[in-house]
C-alpha cells in the first residue's frame, strides 16, 4: 500500500520519488512491450477509439449501422439466409423471427427514420424451393461450353431481364425490373460488341 503524501511535500515531487524509487525495485523492468515500438494508428479522429475496439473485438463494422438498416439487410439476405433450412416450417420460422424484429422497429423506430417492409413468407419460401429443386450447375471442370460472355452478361442475356433464379423465385416467378444501370451498360456493350453476330 502507498503512504499518505506529507503535506510539506508537493504532488509532483511526490509522485518523482514512487517513481523513481519502484524503478530502482526493478518494478518496471520486463513489462509486456517493452522495446516495441507503439502501433501506428494514423491519423486520429474522434471516432478512433470505436474501430480500435471494433478490431480488438473482431466484430463486424455491422454492428455501427442503425438499427433500421441492420433489419433491411437482414431481410435481403433471408434468401441466403434458409438456404441450408431443411424444411419449409424453419424457412417460414426463420421469417417470422425477422417479421418479429421488424414489427418491433415499426411499432418504436429508433435511430435514423429509414422505411423497412417486412419479408412476404410465401416469397421467401418459393425462392427456398426454387433452389432446392433447382439441378446443380455445371462447376468450371464439368466441360460446361464457355462461349466467352462474361458471367454479369450471362445473367443478364434476354428473358432474364437482369434476374438470378432466385430473384425470379421471390418476385412469383414475374419479370424484375431491369437491373442496375451498369448491368445494363455492361449488357448493351457485351451485344454491340464488335465481331458478334446478335
Not at 515531487?13 to 512491450?33: K, M, T
Not at 417486412?118 to 464457355?146: I, L, M, N, Q, Y
Amino acid at each position: 500500500m502507498i503512504e499518505r503524501r506529507p503535506d510539506d511535500v508537493p504532488v509532483g515531487n511526490w509522485v518523482d520519488q514512487l517513481i523513481r524509487a519502484a524503478q530502482e525495485r526493478g518494478e518496471f523492468d520486463d513489462l509486456p512491450g517493452a522495446g516495441k515500438p507503439l502501433p501506428d494508428t494514423g491519423p486520429l479522429d474522434e471516432d478512433w477509439w470505436v474501430r480500435q475496439k471494433i478490431r480488438s473485438e473482431d466484430l463486424p463494422a455491422d454492428v455501427l449501422l442503425p438499427p433500421a438498416l441492420l433489419l433491411r439487410k437482414e431481410v435481403a439476405a433471408l434468401p441466403e439466409t434458409v438456404r441450408d433450412l431443411p424444411t419449409e416450417a424453419a424457412v417460414r420460422e426463420a421469417v417470422r423471427e425477422v417479421n418479429l424484429r421488424v414489427a418491433a422497429w415499426i411499432r418504436t423506430p429508433t435511430g435514423p427514420v429509414v422505411p423497412v417492409v417486412p419479408a412476404d413468407p410465401d416469397v421467401v419460401v418459393a425462392a427456398w424451393r426454387a433452389v432446392r429443386e433447382a439441378p446443380p450447375s455445371p462447376g468450371p471442370d464439368d466441360g460446361a461450353p464457355d462461349d466467352g460472355a462474361p458471367d454479369d452478361a450471362r445473367l443478364d442475356q434476354p428473358g432474364n431481364d437482369g434476374a438470378r433464379p432466385d430473384e425470379l423465385a421471390c418476385t412469383g416467378g414475374a419479370a424484375a425490373p431491369p437491373g442496375p444501370w451498369w448491368r445494363r451498360l455492361l449488357r448493351r456493350r457485351w451485344h454491340d460488341a464488335p465481331g458478334r453476330d446478335v
